[in-house]
T-cell receptor, first 111, second 115 residues
Framework: DAGVTQSPTHLIKTRGQQVTLRCSPK?????VSWYQQALGQGPQFIFQ???????QRGNFPDRFSGHQFPNYSSELNVNALLLGDSALYLC??????????FGQGTRLTVV | AQSVAQPEDQVNVAEGNPLTVKCTYSVSGNPYLFWYVQYPNRGLQFLLKYITGDNLVKGSYGFEAEFNKSQTSFHLKKPSALVSDSALYFC?????????????FGGGTRVLVKP
């Protein structure tokens, strides 16, 4: 079992650009959540997908959007990138009320 | 709204000594509580959880945590710390009564175990 996998591991984007991050959940998991972890801080909840729909959303602007596919994998899209969007983006998967398993993260740098 | 506080930014302990990392929480309903550990440039690794039952829960790598409802605390403990335990530790809470399973994290506590 490969666990939760995220791609890419690192990327650099310019302000104003758009980015797409990808996540494959742990086998057997049907719920995917995305978190943003700024340097020196705890992860902040962006949103959660279940049955291909957004089930919960944190306090993030509409520039942050997502999608879940029938195979439970997910994408996080961020439009009109700002310098403040630079962070580690973490994907977590879970099933029912079990604990969430996290991927290694995607380090996004906006210049 | 739910929140988590980790009052110590850093905890220093000598190898072989007991380790405690503090966490207090606030939720409107009953809490699910979790501890995760993060090594440099890595994702979060699950250590243990409290849902119901015994207030003392045991987890991975010799860690345990004590749930105290009256003090709304969930402190992480290890009887004898190892140098390899040096990492960033996060406490997280989920509201049992809320739809979905959003986690709210504390700001993290850096643990430094000195040989």
């Amino acid at each position: 079992d490969a666990g939760v996998t995220q791609s890419p591991t690192h990327l650099i984007k310019t302000r104003g650009q758009q980015v797409t991050l990808r996540c494959s959940p742990k086998s057997g998991h049907d719920t995917v959540s995305w978190y943003q972890q700024a340097l020196g801080q705890g992860p902040q909840f962006i949103f959660q997908y279940y049955e291909e729909e957004e089930r919960q959303r944190g306090n993030f602007p509409d520039r942050f959007s997502g999608h879940q596919f029938p195979n439970y994998s997910s994408e996080l899209n961020v439009n009109a990138l700002l310098l403040g969007d630079s962070a580690l983006y973490l994907c977590a998967s879970s099933f029912a009320n079990t604990e969430a398993f996290f991927g290694q993260g995607t380090r996004l740098t906006v210049v | 709204a739910q929140s988590v506080a980790q009052p110590e930014d850093q905890v220093n302990v000598a190898e072989g000594n007991p380790l405690t990392v503090k966490c207090t929480y606030s939720v409107s309903g009953n809490p699910y509580l979790f501890w995760y550990v993060q090594y440099p440039n890595r994702g979060l690794q699950f250590l243990l959880k409290y849902i119901t039952g015994d207030n003392l829960v045991k987890g991975s790598y010799g860690f345990e945590a004590e749930f105290n409802k009256s003090q709304t605390s969930f402190h992480l403990k290890k009887p004898s710390a190892l140098v390899s335990d040096s990492a960033l530790y996060f406490c997280a809470v989920r509201d049992m009564g809320a739809a979905g399973n959003k986690l709210t994290f504390g700001g993290g506590t850096r643990v430094l175990v000195k040989p």
